[in-house]
């Protein structure tokens, strides 16, 4: 029933109630009174039947409408106000291509309904769950320019760290190492800097181990580097898959959010088990090293 509130029989013209029983057209959606329906015997919204487009459709393109009348008057009103030399609040008034400034509407005064490769905005901003003012429209730039690069300064510093906190499993496991193995030339020179362990297959004072070391030092900021610029597109892509499988596992019902939600957002318990997980293959590195000197 909540899709047909404030909706009214097209037979009798009243508003159907909670408690109704209510049928709708097997064609257009077009919802009646049980009795209505047996009274009319056919559905009677011929302009819908002729515009090929359905109920529902038909529902949310004026949604979408009233939407965008609401926000031409907030912003005449605003406009009103900055005539009369008033300042007007920066709360919900629109910044940029229809981004609002919102913290209670979680998809920033965007179109719920928007498509994003597949995946509605409301969908993404569910799945997303914080921080959705960023998000949101580098996803949808990202749709409709097919852009990957953009930069992310945790991608850059702590790229694990930033994949774990968005439930990133592989792309985390796959920082931690790569950075590990790359750290290894360092970690020798740091054992026989720090605790004086020399690695006899590994000698630090000879050309050939400088290049090593030089070149892994390289390769672990290109890494980080390449997080950096492709961080956000990875979220993107993983984002958009989890949602496009968690709405075929679903389906369009009532627990689609909560599964969205559930799936998504950010996890601290995640960055401390990858903080662990770090340390637990350094510490293990250094043991081998330390055996195999």
Not at 15 to 40: I, M, N
Not at 282 to 287: M, P, W
């Amino acid at each position: 029933m909540p899709v047909y509130e404030n909706q009214t029989c097209i037979v009798c013209g009243e508003l159907f109630k909670p408690e109704d029983d209510v049928v709708s057209c097997p064609e257009c959606g077009t919802p009646y009174h049980r009795a209505c329906w047996k009274q009319a015997g056919k559905c009677v919204n011929t302009a819908l039947h002729e515009s090929g487009k359905s109920w529902t459709e038909l529902r949310r393109e004026e949604e979408r409408a009233a939407k965008h009348q609401a926000r031409l008057e907030e912003d005449e009103a605003l406009a009103a106000e900055r005539e009369r030399g008033e300042s007007p609040q920066m709360f919900n008034a629109e910044l940029y291509d229809g981004v609002r400034l919102n913290p209670e509407d979680p998809c920033i005064g965007l179109d719920p309904e928007e498509q994003m490769d597949g995946v509605t905005v409301g969908e993404a901003a569910a799945f997303i769950r914080s921080n959705q003012f960023y998000y949101l429209p580098l996803f949808r730039m990202m749709t409709r320019t097919g852009k990957k690069i953009s930069f992310n300064l945790l991608g850059l510093l702590c790229p694990q760290l930033y994949f774990a906190n968005r439930k990133m499993w592989g792309a985390a496991l796959a920082a931690v190492l790569l950075r590990s193995v790359l750290s290894i030339p360092s970690l020798i020179v740091g054992m026989n800097q720090l605790m004086g362990i020399t690695i006899p297959w590994a000698d630090i004072t000879t050309s050939a181990f400088n290049s090593v070391y030089r070149v892994s030092t390289l390769l672990y900021f290109g890494v980080s580097l390449l997080c950096c610029l492709l961080g956000n597109y990875l979220y993107y892509r993983f984002a958009l898959r989890n949602i496009r499988q968690i709405k075929k596992q679903t389906g369009a019902n009532a627990a689609l959010t909560g599964r969205l939600q559930y799936a998504g957002g950010t996890s601290l318990g995640n960055v401390f088990l990858i903080l662990i997980i770090e340390f637990v293959i350094g510490f293990a590195a250094e043991f081998v090293l330390y055996v195999l000197r």
